[in-house]
């Protein structure tokens, strides 16, 4: 059993009602959710039913079934007894699942693949780029006759419009709409509005899923919520199920979500939810709204349980969290966004505690500014490395902005020949799979062509040859047809000893064996379908584990293709692995996130500050604090904003939610680009607040004074307001840390 600390206490006290848990970084709030789910279903208090419990990522699911497992082995009950854990989508794949006639479509409903979304979308909006030719170039800024023209056309019509278009369409379902709701708003608002072109392109969106019979990932949450509310029959069978419903994350919560959860526990039920709304920070990507859990918090049929006592962190980083919101909330420069953080300090353990806070010999906590952004990659990259040789018991992380940072990042650790790890990317053994069967698939759809066959023999083959045996290989295709090699009649191959072309005996009788199997994959392709030919292949390359997944998912990524276009042939399936394969990527990152991820002492991690949100390191490295990445007053860039765009109508997003919720009601008329900045220096500043809790013991937070673009292009960038303030509380902290050490 373990030993609880105040807040987890009175949490673990609960037994019915609803209760809101705020609960502070590295305050164990798994640890007792997973405690008090043990406690209920050990007492009897959740049958005839079991305890819900909803979480965002699939690492989080693996990681509650372990943990309440293990406390329910510890009172010897079964570790599968009593509990269910699902992400939200998983949850709304149930609920549909009770009654799939709801949805018009058979029990086997597909949901569309987001590279297939991704496709569709743009091509529908291209569609309406050719046919509104004038609509789309109306808020564009660049004069046609100046050198930025053609640049500002492509970033606009070919990634940032679809973009939009995407996220709108996501925004509508949202808010709960249909396809008919939002046909009749589109009746009041003017064919110039970024609101009436994202209209158009959902309603041909929605069309294309209802013909194919398929849902997309919002489709699944709306579609749950609407059976919910239109069936109490089944809302009684799922709260007898499910007596208690436990929400993580719940910062992240969206309306939908919230509604669902309350409908599942009804107005006498039993609902908790745990959350931070410090740490909301996925408001730019999701639909995510952090009032959602604030208001649940303080209403009045609700029992609010802080936890606000943390061992993760030395007291000295403690105090700079704690700083960093007692800052934003009295000295922000911008009076808005004053509330973005919470009144809710983070405490260090007792004493006494079996986990107490960790410390160091000095203080730890230092700011630095480099002159260029170069510079600096390059500079903490070799601090870094230097820790890592110096410390290796330390775990180490380097926290970026975004993936343009994180790729120079990687560059500078590998060129220094360093071991390290890019959180959240896929590794070489799982692209290896893809690479490898992508390479089979192309070679056997067009078997005759001989580019195709040499790269598969020296990528996927042949490849424990050096090079230079490879390139006399290559001499044979000279001399020889490709019948003659791999069908060569009478079954004979054309030579009788080993040819000049593979002098190495090893690399003769490898090639022979290779040719063997290819005639062996050959024969196969033309006599089963492309998904079961991946399985084929799979099995004949021995795979197993992780890339025997891939290449599982492969085959149903591919059969899903089918479905929808059962005409096509292996070729057809080889042109269209571009555009599939960053679907199989996706998958191998949910694979990864069903592991979980646990820093590897000495070995440095690579990894974005919204990837970062609920890991730990001993010491961080957080970059680029500047005023591009951390906003903080209306001056400011932001990166929601279009600089090719008219200054009002810069921020599309922005524009069209602001109209569509005061079409709706939901809100006033106030100016949308000062409201979507207001958000995001809020987002960014809880971003920078949930980037220094990663740290334990150990924190460099940098920036620098000018961006570098490329040769020609470079500019003047001013630090985070923020990190000002932060660097003179290090300062007069260090200097008090002295005076105490000494003294």
């Given at each position: 059993?373990i030993?609880?600390?105040?807040?987890?206490?009175?949490?673990?006290?609960?037994?019915?009602?609803?209760?809101?848990?705020?609960?502070?970084?590295?305050?164990?709030?798994?640890?007792?959710?997973?405690?008090?789910?043990?406690?209920l279903?050990?007492?009897?208090?959740?049958?005839?039913?079991?305890i819900?419990i909803?979480?965002?990522?699939?690492s989080?699911?693996?990681n509650?079934?372990?943990?309440?497992?293990?406390?329910?082995?510890?009172?010897?009950?079964?570790?599968?007894r009593?509990?269910e854990?699902?992400?939200?989508?998983s949850l709304?794949?149930?609920i549909?699942?009770?009654?799939p006639?709801?949805?018009?479509?058979n029990?086997?409903f597909?949901?569309?693949?987001?590279?297939?979304?991704?496709?569709?979308?743009?091509?529908?909006?291209?569609?309406?780029?050719?046919?509104?030719?004038?609509?789309?170039?109306?808020?564009?800024?660049?004069?046609e006759?100046?050198?930025?023209?053609?640049k500002?056309v492509?970033?606009?019509?070919?990634?940032?419009?679809?973009?939009?278009?995407?996220?709108?369409?996501?925004?509508?379902?949202?808010?709960?709409l249909?396809?008919?709701?939002?046909?009749?708003?589109?009746?009041?608002?003017?064919?110039?509005?970024?609101l009436?072109?994202?209209i158009?392109?959902?309603?041909?969106?929605?069309?294309?899923?209802y013909?194919?019979?398929?849902?997309?990932?919002?489709?699944?949450?709306l579609?749950?919520?609407?059976?919910?509310?239109?069936?109490?029959?089944?809302?009684?069978?799922l709260?007898?199920?499910?007596?208690?419903?436990?929400?993580?994350?719940?910062?992240?919560?969206?309306p939908?979500?919230?509604?669902?959860?309350?409908?599942?526990?009804?107005?006498e039920?039993?609902?908790?939810?745990?959350?931070?709304?410090?740490?909301?920070?996925?408001?730019?990507?999701?639909?995510?709204?952090?009032?959602?859990?604030?208001?649940?918090?303080?209403?009045q049929?609700?029992?609010?349980?802080?936890?606000?006592?943390?061992?993760?962190?030395?007291?000295?980083?403690?105090?700079?969290a704690?700083?960093?919101?007692?800052?934003?909330?009295?000295?922000?420069?911008e009076?808005?966004?004053?509330?973005?953080?919470?009144?809710?300090?983070?405490?260090?353990?007792?004493?006494?505690?079996p986990?107490?806070?960790?410390?160091?010999?000095?203080y730890t906590?230092?700011?630095?500014?480099?002159?260029?952004?170069?510079?600096e990659i390059?500079?903490?990259?070799?601090?870094?490395?230097?820790?890592?040789?110096?410390?290796?018991?330390?775990?180490?992380a380097?926290?970026?902005?975004?993936?343009?940072?994180?790729?120079?990042?990687?560059?500078?650790?590998?060129?220094?020949?360093?071991?390290?790890?890019?959180?959240?990317r896929?590794?070489?053994?799982?692209a290896?799979?893809?690479?490898?069967?992508k390479?089979?698939?192309q070679?056997?759809?067009?078997?005759?062509?001989?580019?195709?066959?040499?790269k598969?023999?020296?990528?996927?083959?042949?490849?424990?040859?050096?090079?230079?045996?490879?390139d006399?290989?290559?001499?044979?295709?000279?001399r020889?047809?490709?019948?003659e090699?791999?069908?060569p009649?009478?079954?004979?191959?054309?030579?009788?000893?080993?040819?000049?072309?593979?002098?190495?005996?090893?690399?003769?009788?490898a090639?022979?064996h290779a040719?063997?199997?290819l005639?062996y994959?050959?024969?196969?392709?033309v006599a089963?379908?492309?998904?079961?030919?991946?399985?084929f292949?799979?099995?004949?390359?021995?795979?197993?584990?992780?890339?025997?997944?891939?290449?599982?998912?492969?085959?149903?990524?591919?059969?899903s293709?089918?479905?929808?276009?059962?005409?096509?042939?292996?070729?057809d399936?080889?042109?269209?692995?571009?555009?599939?394969?960053?679907?199989?990527?996706?998958?191998?990152k949910v694979?990864?996130?069903q592991?979980g991820?646990?820093p590897?002492?000495?070995?440095?991690?690579?990894?974005?500050?919204?990837?970062?949100?609920?890991?730990e390191?001993?010491?961080v490295y957080?970059?680029s604090?500047?005023?591009?990445?951390y906003?903080?007053?209306?001056?400011?860039?932001f990166?929601?904003?279009?600089?090719?765009?008219?200054?009002?109508?810069?921020?599309?997003?922005?524009?069209?939610?602001?109209?569509?919720?005061?079409?709706?009601?939901?809100?006033?008329?106030?100016?949308?680009?000062?409201?979507?900045?207001?958000?995001?220096?809020?987002?960014?500043?809880?971003l920078?607040?949930?980037?220094i809790?990663?740290?334990?013991?150990?924190?460099?937070?940098?920036c620098?004074k000018?961006?570098?673009?490329?040769?020609?292009?470079?500019?003047?960038i001013?630090?985070?307001r923020?990190?000002?303030?932060?660097?003179?509380?290090?300062?007069?902290?260090?200097?008090?840390?002295?005076?105490?050490k000494?003294?």
């Open positions: 059993m030993l609880l600390r105040p807040g987890q206490i009175e949490v673990a006290q609960y037994r019915k009602g609803f209760m809101a848990v705020p609960a502070v970084p590295g305050a164990g709030k798994t640890t007792v959710l997973a405690y008090l789910a043990s406690d279903i050990a007492e009897g208090h959740t049958r005839p039913g079991k819900l909803v979480t965002v990522m699939n989080a699911v693996s509650f079934r372990a943990r309440v497992g293990n406390f329910l082995e510890e009172r010897d009950l079964s570790r599968n009593g509990f854990v699902k992400t939200l989508h709304a794949m149930s549909l699942k009770e009654k006639e709801f949805l018009l479509i029990n086997e597909q949901i569309i693949d987001e590279s297939l979304q991704w496709d569709l979308i743009s091509r529908l909006t291209w569609q309406w780029i050719d046919q509104n030719e004038a609509l789309w170039k109306s808020p564009l800024g660049v004069k006759d100046t050198k930025w023209y053609d500002a492509e970033k606009w019509t070919q990634n940032n419009l679809p973009r939009f278009m995407k996220e709108m369409i996501s925004y509508l379902k949202s808010q709960g249909t396809v008919d709701e939002v046909q009749k708003l589109r009746t009041n608002i003017d064919e110039y509005s970024y009436s072109w994202a158009e392109i959902f309603e041909e969106y929605s069309r294309w899923l013909r194919n019979g398929m849902l997309d990932f919002d489709d699944l949450i579609q749950a919520l609407r059976l919910l509310q239109k069936d109490e029959e089944l809302c009684q069978r709260r007898k199920r499910w007596t208690y419903i436990f929400e993580d994350e719940a910062q992240d919560s969206n939908l979500q919230e509604q669902i959860l309350h409908l599942l526990a009804g107005d039920g039993n609902l908790v939810r745990v959350g931070d709304s410090n740490q909301a920070i996925m408001g730019t990507f999701t639909s995510a709204e952090p009032e959602i859990f604030r208001r649940f918090s303080k209403r049929d609700v029992i609010q349980r802080s936890i606000l006592s943390s061992s993760r962190s030395t007291k000295e980083i403690i105090n700079l704690n700083f960093l919101v007692k800052w934003s909330r009295s000295q922000h420069p009076s808005a966004c004053r509330d973005a953080l919470e009144d809710q300090m983070i405490n260090p353990v007792r004493p006494d505690d986990f107490p806070n960790p410390t160091t010999d000095n906590i230092a700011a630095k500014a480099f002159e260029d952004s170069k510079v390059a500079q903490v990259v070799k601090l870094a490395v230097r820790h890592a040789n110096t410390n290796p018991e330390n775990t180490i380097i926290i970026v902005p975004n993936r343009y940072v994180q790729e120079e990042a990687a560059e500078e650790l590998k060129k220094l020949e360093v071991d390290f790890e890019e959180v959240g896929i590794n070489s053994e799982q290896k799979t893809i690479f490898d069967l390479m089979v698939i070679y056997l759809a067009e078997p005759h062509k001989i580019d195709y066959l040499l598969l023999l020296r990528r996927v083959m042949l490849v424990d040859f050096p090079t230079e045996a490879l006399s290989m290559e001499l044979l295709f000279k020889y047809t490709l019948e090699l791999i069908y009649i009478g079954g004979e191959q054309p030579w009788l000893s080993y040819p000049d072309e593979l002098f190495d005996p090893d690399l003769f009788s090639f022979n040719i063997k199997k005639q994959w050959l024969d196969a392709s089963v379908p492309p998904d079961e030919l991946i399985l292949l799979a099995e004949q390359m021995e795979l197993a584990g992780e890339p025997l997944a891939v290449a599982q998912n492969i085959a149903l990524q591919i059969k293709e089918l479905d929808i276009h059962p005409t096509w042939k292996l070729l399936i080889a042109t269209e692995l571009p555009r599939l394969e960053p679907a199989f990527r996706r998958f191998v694979l990864y996130e592991k991820f646990e590897t002492p000495g070995k440095i991690s690579l990894i974005t500050a919204h990837k970062s949100k609920g890991l390191w001993d010491t957080l970059t604090v500047t005023a591009a990445e906003p903080s007053t209306m001056e400011d860039n990166r929601s904003e279009f600089w090719y765009l008219v200054e009002d109508r810069c921020n599309p997003g922005a524009i069209a939610r602001a109209e569509l919720k005061y079409l709706l009601g939901k809100g006033w008329k106030e100016d949308p680009l000062q409201r979507a900045k207001i958000d995001e220096i809020s987002e960014r500043l809880r920078l607040y949930v980037a809790t990663r740290a334990k013991k150990n924190l460099l937070i940098s620098h000018k961006t570098i673009f490329n040769e020609n292009f470079q500019k003047e001013a630090i985070s923020p990190l000002v303030a932060l660097e003179k509380f290090i300062a007069k902290e260090r200097d008090n840390y002295v005076v105490e000494s003294g």
